[in-house]
C-alpha cells in the first residue's frame, strides 16, 4: 500500500472512530432494552455489561494518552464509572454511560469539525496551476514555474495564482477568501492583486511580482496550517476547571459510600459527575472561534492566542503601516510658474518606472491612477538615496532629494515650510535641469484609525501606546490625533523591544507592526499581530495573529470575536459544571440512580456542547444595518472623495499665487477652482445631503446624527458663494484687485481646510460602515 494510500486510510479511521464507538454503544444499549422487555433479563444484562465493555477500552486509551502527556483529566471519572458500574452489577447505567461517552465524543468532533471548516477551506482553495502567456501562446504550468515578470491569464471563476499588477483594462475580482467581505471589487490596469482572489468577471491578464511562494496566499496557507496542527492551548480552560473537578468528585463519591455503605451511591456520583463531552466544550468554543476569525480574514495561530486576546488591556503599535496605509500617496503637486501639475507628474512618473524605491513605486502609481500615459525612459541612471536621472522624451528629467540651497525660489521655500510642518518627503522634478516641480508624499492614516481605537477601548483596552521609527514631531502629531496614551519616536527595533517587554510586565500587551523590524517586538508581546496583507514574511512568522487583509479595523472584530468566545467557553464550562455538581448531590444523598443520573448527564452535556457553538455565529445585536442601496451609496461617496481630493489642491495653490502678488494667473486658477467647487463638488454634498443622509437616519438611531455634517456643508456653500462673487467682481474689473486678497486668501485657506476636515469626518463616520457591515459584534 502505498503512503498516499496509508494517510488517507488513517484519516478515514481517525473520522471513524467516534460514529463506530457511538453505534456500537447504541445498539449493545437498545439490544439490552428489548431482551429486558422480552423478560429475557440474562440476555439484557450481556448486551448491556458488552456496551459498557466497548466504551471502556477506548476511554482506558484516552486516560493513558493523557497522562503520558502529563495531564490527568475528567476522563478518569469515565473509567472509574464504568468500572464501577460493572463492580454493582448497574449494567443499564453503565451502558447508558458508555452511549454518553460515545456521544458526547461524537458531538464534540462534528462540532469540531464545522468549527474548522473555514480554516480548512483555506488550504483547499490553494491553485496548482496558472496560465502563462508567451507571445499569443497561452500555456497551462505548473505554478511554482511562475517567475517575477510573467504575464498569466486568469479566467472567469479562476483563483489568482500569484501576486501581481492587472495589465488588462478591468478585472472583477472577489476577495472574500482573504477580506471576509462578500462585496467584488474592480481593480483597473496598474493595480496590484493579491493571490488566492477569484475573478468575478471576465478573464483579465496580470504581470507577476512575487512566486507562488512568495505570495500573499501561500503566507496564509502556511499560518492556517500552523494554527490547524498547534491546538494544544485551546484546553487551557477545561484543564482548570478539571484541576479542582476530579478531586472533588472523588472526595464526593468516597464520602457517599463511607456514610451510606453503599457503593452504588459513590458510582451514581461518578456518572453524574462524568462530564467528558462537557469540558470538551471549552475547546469547541474556542476553535469555533479560530473559525469564526479566519472568515473575516484574521488567521490565529492557536487558542492560546486567542486566549490572550481576549483578556488583553494593552495594545503597543507601530505607526507606519499600521496607523498609517505604509503607502506614501501625492500630498499635492507644486510647481514652478508656467508649469502644468500633469505634466510634471506625468514625466516624474515616466523616469521612475524602473525603480524599485517606494517612493518611485508610489509616483507611478499616482499617475496610472490618474489615467496618464507614461513614456519609457532611457539612460537611467539611479542613485540610492539621492533619486533617478532618466532621459524621457528627449528631455533629462530627475526626481528624488535636492537641496534648492537659500536661493531657491519663493514657491520652493513654501514647499520645504509645508512638508515640515506636514511631516510629508519632497520629490523634487527638474527638466533639462530646470526645477519644474515638487510632489509632497505623504504616509496618510488609515480611514478606519480612530473608530477601530474608539472599538479597541470599548472592548477592554484601557491603554493604547505607539512605538515608532519617525520624527518626533510627526509622531506626537499622529498620537494626539487619535488620542493615545503614549508616544514613542524615533525607536530602533531594540527600543521597541524594550517598550513591549515595559509594557507587558504590567499588562497582558499586544504588539502590532507589518515591517521586518517589528519582528523582533512581535515575538516579545503577549500577542503578535502582524498586518500580513503586504507586511513583511518576518514580521508575519513572529507573529501569533495575521491580519490577511489590510484592514486594522479587523484587529477590533478579533478581539470581539476572542472575548465573546472565550466568555462563551467559561459558560459552558461553568453552567455545566454547576449542573454536575448539584446532580452529585442528589446522588450522594441517594436521590439520583445511576440509571436516571446517566440520562441527566447526557442531556446536560448535550446542551452545553451546543451553547459552545454559538462562538460560530454572529451576533446581530450590534451590527449597523445598511440596505444594498445605502451600502452603495456610501461606496459611491467614498469613491467621488478620492477623485475630488486630487482637486483640492487648486484652492490652496490659488491662494499661493494671491499670496505671492501673481494676481494675473491667479484670477485664471480662480476660474478653475470655481469651476471644480459649482460643477463637482456642490452637487456632490448636496446628494450627500438629499440621499444619504437621511438613508443613514434608520441605521444610525436618528437624523441628528448627521445634523452636524449638514451644518458644514451650509458654511460649504456660503464660502463657494463668496468666491464666485470675488470671480464675478474680477471678471467685471478685468482682473483680480489687490483690496480682494485678504478676504480671497481667508476663503481659499479656509475652505481648504473645511474641505479636508469634511472628508476625514464622514470617511470615519460612515464610509466605514460599508466595509464594517458584516463585523461580528463582540456580546454574548
Known sequence: MSSTSKSTWREWLGRAVEPILLAATLAALLAGCVAWLLDADGVADACWI???????????????????RGRVGVDLIAVLSLVGTLFVGEYVAGALIGVMLASGRALDAAAERRATKDLRSLLDHVPRTARRRIGDEVQVVPLDDVVVGDVLVVGPGEVVAVDGWVTSPLAVLDESVLTGEAMQVQRRSGQPVRSGVVNAGSAFELSARASAAESTYAGIVRLARDAAAESAPVVRIADRIAGW???????????AWLASGSATRAVAVL?????????????????????????????????????????????????????????????????APGRDATEVLRLAASADQLSPHVLAESIVQEAKMRGLTLSMPTDVDEEAGVGVASTVEGHRVTVGSLDVGPDAPAWARAVLNRADLDGAVVAWVTVDTDLAGALLLVDPLRRDASRTLRRLRSAGLDRLVMLTGDRRETAEAVGALLGLDDVHAEQTPADKVGGVLAERE????????????????????????AMGARGSTASSEAADIVLTTDRLDRLADAMEIARRSRRIAVQSASVGMGLSLVAMGFAAFGLLPPAAGALLQEGIDVAVILNALRALRVDSSRTVKLTDDTAGMLRRFSAEHDEMREDLSILRQTAQLIATGNLDQAHES????????????????????????????????????????????????????RLRTHLEQADAAGGLSVDQSDDLLACLYGLHALLRLHFVQEEENYFTLASAEDRPAGSA
Open 50 to 68: 458488552a456496551g459498557t465493555v466497548v466504551a471502556l477500552v477506548p476511554a482506558t486509551w484516552w486516560v493513558i494518552d493523557s497522562v503520558r
Open 245 to 255: 473537578f476530579l478531586p472533588l468528585a472523588l472526595t464526593v463519591a468516597g464520602l
Open 271 to 335: 456518572v453524574v459527575a462524568t462530564p467528558c463531552p462537557l469540558l470538551l466544550a471549552a475547546p469547541v468554543a474556542i476553535v469555533s472561534g479560530l473559525s469564526r476569525a479566519s472568515r473575516i480574514g484574521v488567521v490565529i495561530r492557536s487558542g492560546g492566542a486567542l486566549e490572550n486576546l481576549g483578556h488583553a488591556t494593552t495594545l503597543v503599535m507601530d505607526k507606519t503601516g499600521t496607523l498609517t496605509t505604509g503607502r506614501p500617496t501625492s500630498g499635492d503637486i507644486v510647481t
Open 506 to 529: 504590567s499588562a497582558v500587551t499586544i504588539m502590532v507592526g507589518d515591517g521586518v523590524n517589528d519582528a523582533p517586538a512581535l515575538a516579545a508581546a503577549t500577542v503578535g499581530v
Open 670 to 721: 480662480l476660474r478653475r477652482a470655481e469651476a471644480f467647487l459649482f460643477d463637482t463638488l456642490l452637487p456632490h454634498e448636496q446628494a450627500e445631503d438629499s440621499k444619504l443622509y437621511p438613508a443613514l437616519a434608520g441605521p444610525l438611531g436618528s437624523g441628528e446624527v448627521t445634523a452636524t455634517m449638514s451644518r458644514m456643508h451650509a458654511e460649504i456653500d456660503r464660502l463657494c458663494r
